[in-house]
């Protein structure tokens, strides 16, 4: 008798279960089962004008595969088609960051023939060909190597916890950077500096990254998530318009201008219709006496 079949006879005899009934129960629950832990990949959660994005993968450093990539993009599409959300926090769950690729799923010479370019906007770790309109935050904690230390690029600003290890680990094993990492470290550190960490693969820790400009703020341990969260909320705070028309203007004079004219020509354009949707309110409220002497007490998030 095979094993299915002596299956379907405890079932029937023993249990008082009809056996159709039985299997197909049995495997709609393994069905929902696997559903879930695939929409769990990726968890988001809503905190006031925070859009909260996580990697939720920790048994394997928050290593991503192909689903996990999916959902990554399809959650950064959430955050930017969101109105109440005007900035987003990436993180990954229980004590890493990101360790990058997911190369056991790489190591089946299949995953790698679904990587397009131009024909699609779904690159190796998801969502690092996007082009935002709202700043991202990165909450990095334990390890963000390798594609981990491209998502971290991918945000706009990285809290960085004192004891985690960032580097292109992907160097030892023949793995290119192909979610921005030849694209946008240059940019933020300069060649020189870009070129150490690429050419040799080496970690590099958190105050080392803060010499180099890649990251923005180290933290305690534990900290990462909370003050970037904190750092998200404050940003949250300022005239939105008038903020994201200079973030726009920064990226486009870095990667898409031609020359300081152009640059200049574009960051005047970009702002002046400004002037009367933020800037002559903003105006008003100095003159009444808000922000003198630098303060930004008016502009802190009430938590």
């Known amino acids: 008798m095979s094993l299915?079949?002596?299956?379907?006879?405890?079932?029937?005899?023993?249990?008082?279960?009809?056996?159709?009934?039985?299997?197909?129960?049995?495997?709609?629950?393994?069905?929902?089962?696997?559903?879930?832990?695939?929409?769990?990949?990726?968890?988001?959660?809503?905190?006031?004008?925070?859009?909260?994005?996580?990697?939720?993968?920790?048994?394997?450093?928050?290593?991503?595969?192909?689903?996990?990539?999916?959902?990554?993009?399809?959650?950064?599409?959430?955050?930017?088609?969101?109105?109440?959300?005007?900035?987003?926090?990436?993180?990954g769950k229980d004590g890493v960051f990101c360790a990058g690729l997911d190369l056991k799923e790489l190591a089946t010479g299949t995953v790698h023939e679904k990587y397009g370019i131009g024909e699609t906007e779904v690159a190796p770790m998801g969502p690092s060909r996007l082009q935002l309109s709202k700043p991202v935050i990165a909450a990095v904690d334990g390890y963000a190597v390798a594609g981990g230390l491209e998502m971290t690029l991918f945000a706009d600003l990285r809290v960085v916890e004192e004891d985690a290890i960032m580097g292109v680990f992907c160097r030892r094993f023949g793995v290119p950077l192909i979610d921005g990492g030849t694209v946008r470290l240059p940019q933020l550190i300069g060649l020189s500096r870009a070129l150490d960490l690429i050419l040799t693969g080496r970690p590099i820790g958190?105050?080392?990254?803060?010499?180099?400009?890649?990251?923005?703020?180290?933290?305690?341990?534990?900290?990462?998530?909370?003050?970037?969260?904190?750092?998200?909320?404050?940003?949250?705070?300022?005239?939105?318009?008038?903020?994201?028309?200079?973030?726009?203007?920064?990226?486009?004079?870095?990667?898409?201008?031609?020359?300081?004219?152009?640059?200049?020509?574009?960051?005047?354009?970009?702002?002046?219709?400004?002037?009367?949707?933020?800037?002559?309110?903003?105006?008003?409220?100095?003159?009444?006496?808000?922000g003198r002497g630098g303060s930004f007490d008016a502009f802190k998030p009430k938590l």
């Open 4 to 91: 299915f079949r002596s299956f379907q006879w405890v079932l029937r005899t023993r249990v008082g279960i009809p056996a159709t009934v039985a299997v197909t129960s049995t495997a709609r629950k393994m069905s929902d089962l696997s559903n879930k832990v695939q929409q769990d990949l990726v968890v988001t959660e809503k905190r006031g004008p925070v859009f909260l994005i996580g990697i939720n993968r920790p048994h394997v450093r928050n290593c991503v595969n192909n689903q996990t990539a999916l959902q990554l993009l399809e959650a950064f599409k959430t955050f930017e088609k969101d109105k109440t959300s005007l900035a987003a926090v990436f993180h």
């Open 206 to 290: 958190a105050h080392e990254a803060l010499e180099f400009g890649l990251a923005n703020r180290v933290v305690p341990k534990g900290k990462a998530l909370e003050s970037a969260i904190e750092l998200a909320n404050q940003i949250a705070m300022f005239p939105q318009e008038c903020m994201r028309a200079d973030r726009l203007s920064a990226y486009y004079g870095m990667y898409d201008s031609q020359s300081f004219a152009e640059s200049m020509e574009f960051e005047f354009r970009n702002g002046r219709g400004i002037l009367d949707k933020e800037s002559v309110k903003g105006a008003k409220r100095f003159t009444e006496g808000v």
